[in-house]
């Protein structure tokens, strides 16, 4: 007899068998499937992440997001304070923000030269004065160095001082109505901080500079508000400019203090003891540029570049927040992309850049958040790249000229 | 083949092809995610070169531009004494500087329009070369030579075992010949390149001005030659012989490297001046400590017995005083 079919338990085995074999498969190609989702999902992630190195670097170059040179809207940076007399980051140096007079290459010259390239053997590019020289106490922190450079080609000198120290030493008589023959440089110093704020002086000066002028710059410094405002007591010809050199730590608000207060110190500083504490910064128009309806006021910026930010302490009542306070302000927030889908990581971009213990830094950070885990992940760097007179120079001074071509009139050259 | 093989057959095959094309596809994701990670490490090794050109305008204003007999010491690309163009070891005289007009006098090394060209690689060791490989304190610890006590009485680490080193070291102990080395390969190092980091990375400095360079920037396996036809100049004239050897004399081997490379350019200005003519107080104001006190340009003490400290320079070489990208390639450089 031939049988036919199959048994009951050869059925049920069969079946048993059948399912591993197809719930193996299944497994395996599950399997394989995640892999390559996930191989997917990284790929993505890492995409997304090459695009904000790309993006950073390309910020950290052509310092478009502070200042967008196709994009009229996007250039408040260029904003110029006619009442205070004081420009920004990007303040074209016209003939209102940095007039040209004088003989050019000779210490009468004013404005800006772009081609000018500071040889250290000629004597206008020197610090003409005493650092070592003790005065203390007095204004007269370079010694009686203010007959040699100073603001004014003529200032009349004509106080007397008496050191600080004790009633014993002798008092200095002054000079009366001089000549000065040093002119430019005092001239320079002054035209770049007030044209383009704390972080621009400090980089348009070559790093040996000591940062102080002889002689106040008169009603350039309007910033002082009446009798009783230490500034006001500044326009004088004689004693160091306050500006410069006077730290602040009167209260918050709009301070104009060049010099942190490190130390208690009340003199003429270079740039390392001036931001070994403290930091210059370029404050954008907008932390976050893309969604900021209501972007800060010119008031608001230019008094944001001509204040030192203590960057010594987390946060204190007299410094407006410290740390805090200063990457709440400087550092801009930026998506990489916008619009994206959910099954994207959101990733971002931040840049940040500022003078800080001598280093004038580009900061990037990528950051990303895994829309899987919500984990959030950040890849930060700085970069070596253009400086802000590099940017400067990259641009045309017509609101919508883009980049300036060789020979072309720039934000330096107008 | 029976039915049910036949089914079997096709179901083996099919889940096969299924694991095949995922694992294509994921190969083919690998592979484009590697590639794009390439366009980056190329962008990254270009900034690099930014950072070496730069270091390279500031140390050959001062250092490395005379002969190998006449280590002349520079004084800056425009000269510090005379501003002249230099670097260069003397400065001009009375009579010279006034028959000569410094914005347009050469440079005697390395005139306005020069342009030098430096492909990078890694030695096989470098100068002065130490490895990180732990070994034994030598320094003897027993007490017996006064004069080769270490510096700590208690060092750490202490010695396993007696290392029994002499107890005179002197420059024998770098030329003992062990595996042929000497002290002179020691100080001279290994400048033969590591085969696998040739034709990575270089970059290329032109001089537009008194103090004012364009550099070039690149990360690619072009050497640094602008083009092909520059590198065959350079082999007719006898300036490099075989430049054109390491592309295998064909341009189109030179024009796949070229277009696969990074190139930035960058206008940059030196500047004489170093950094921080200002003092930090290391003692922390007013209280002396072991570092000197008191120094040369003692500035602004407060009180008669105050004393500020040392200046903060950060480097001797000068420092560079802006970088700007150049928006579009240039067409000379």
Redesign the interface.
């Known amino acids: 007899m031939i049988r036919r079919g199959f048994t009951l338990i050869e059925a049920l085995l069969a079946v048993a068998l059948s399912m591993t074999v197809v719930l193996t498969a299944v497994a395996g190609v599950r399997l394989a499937a995640q892999s390559v989702t996930a191989a997917n999902r990284n790929a993505v992630e890492n995409g997304l992440i090459r695009a904000g190195y790309f993006m950073a670097v390309d910020e950290a170059d052509f310092w478009r997001d502070y200042d967008d040179p196709f994009d009229a809207t996007r250039q408040r940076l260029r904003g110029y304070d006619a009442a205070r007399r004081r420009g920004l980051p990007f303040t074209p140096f016209d003939a209102t923000v940095m007039p040209r007079s004088g003989t050019p290459g000779a210490e009468d010259e004013r404005g800006w030269d772009p081609e000018y390239q500071w040889p250290a053997s000629d004597a206008r590019t020197w610090f003409h004065g005493n650092l070592v020289e003790h005065a203390t106490r007095t204004q007269h922190r370079f010694g009686h160095h203010e007959i040699f450079a100073h603001v004014k080609e003529e200032p009349t000198l004509a106080r007397t001082f008496v050191d600080g120290l004790g009633a014993a030493t002798p008092a200095y008589a002054g000079y009366g109505q001089v000549r000065t023959p040093h002119t430019w440089a005092a001239n320079q110093l002054t035209a770049l901080k007030n044209a383009l704020g704390y972080y621009g002086v400090t980089e348009y000066m070559p790093a040996n500079t000591i940062y102080g002028v002889h002689g106040a710059p008169g009603a350039d410094n309007a910033y002082g508000s009446g009798p009783g405002d230490p500034l006001a007591a500044d326009d004088t010809d004689q004693g160091l400019a306050h500006e410069w050199c006077l730290p602040s730590g009167s209260g918050g608000g709009v301070q104009w203090r060049f010099a942190n207060d490190d130390g208690d110190t009340a003199w003429p500083r270079g740039i390392y003891r001036l931001v070994r504490d403290s930091t210059f910064p370029v404050i954008p128009a907008s932390a976050t540029p893309a969604a900021d309806t209501t972007p800060w006021t010119l008031q608001t910026l230019v008094a944001a570049h001509g204040r030192s930010w203590a960057t010594d302490r987390v946060a204190a009542s007299w410094q407006t927040g410290g740390i805090p306070d200063l990457l709440a302000k400087a550092q801009m927030a930026i998506a990489v992309v916008p619009l994206r889908p959910a099954s994207w990581p959101a990733v971002s971009r931040a840049t940040m850049r500022y003078l800080n213990n001598c280093r004038f830094t580009a900061l990037n950070k990528i950051r990303w958040i895994s829309p899987v885990t919500g984990a959030r992940s950040e890849l930060s760097f700085t970069l070596v790249a253009t400086s802000l007179r590099g940017a400067r120079q990259q641009r045309s001074p017509t609101p919508t000229g883009g980049w300036a071509r060789p020979g072309q009139p720039t934000l330096d050259a107008p | 083949m029976t039915g049910r093989g036949g089914s079997v057959l096709i179901?083996v095959a099919g889940?096969n092809a299924?694991?095949a094309t995922?694992?294509i596809?994921?190969l083919v994701?690998?592979r484009?995610?590697v590639e794009?990670?390439a366009?980056?490490v190329r962008?990254a090794q270009a900034?690099i070169m930014?950072?070496a050109a730069?270091d390279y305008v500031l140390e050959a204003g001062r250092l490395g531009l005379g002969t190998a007999t006449d280590h002349a010491e520079g004084y800056?690309w425009?000269?510090?004494?005379?501003?002249f163009m230099g670097p260069k070891a003397m400065a001009y005289d009375a009579a010279e500087r006034t028959a000569r007009d410094?914005t347009t006098y050469p440079s005697p090394r390395f005139p306005v329009g020069t342009v030098a060209r430096f492909p990078m690689h890694v030695w096989q060791r470098t100068r002065y070369a130490t490895s990180l490989a732990a070994a034994l304190n030598p320094i003897r610890t027993d007490g017996g030579v006064a004069a080769m006590l270490p510096y700590l009485t208690a060092p750490d680490p202490q010695p396993a075992v007696d290392n029994g080193w002499p107890a005179a070291i002197d420059a024998t102990r770098f030329d003992d010949g062990v595996g042929g080395a000497t002290r002179r390969d020691y100080l001279h190092g290994d400048p033969r390149p590591t085969t696998t980091s040739t034709g990575m990375s270089w970059f290329r400095v032109k001089r537009t001005?008194?103090?004012?360079f364009l550099l070039t920037c690149g990360a690619g396996a072009t050497l640094g030659w602008k083009d092909y036809a520059e590198a065959e100049a350079a082999e007719l004239s006898g300036v490099m012989p075989g430049a054109t050897q390491a592309f295998g004399g064909d341009p189109r081997v030179f024009a796949d490297a070229a277009a696969n490379e990074a190139r930035l350019w960058?206008?940059i200005?030196w500047?004489?001046?170093?950094?921080?003519?200002?003092?930090?107080?290391i003692d922390n104001?007013q209280s002396p400590d072991h570092y000197q006190w008191r120094p040369f340009?003692?500035?602004?003490?407060?009180y008669?017995d105050g004393h500020q400290s040392q200046p903060?320079?950060?480097n001797f070489l000068g420092?560079i005083?802006?970088?700007?990208?150049i928006?579009?390639p240039?067409s000379d450089y």
């Open positions: 179901v889940m299924l694991l995922l694992a596809a994921f994701r690998m484009s995610d794009e990670s366009l980056v962008d900034r930014l950072v730069c800056g425009i000269d510090v004494r005379d501003g410094p001005g008194p103090a004012r960058y206008a200005e500047s004489p001046a170093v950094g921080g003519a200002t003092y930090q107080c104001e340009n003692p500035v602004h003490e407060r008669p903060h320079a950060r420092t005083r802006w970088i700007q990208r928006v579009e240039p």
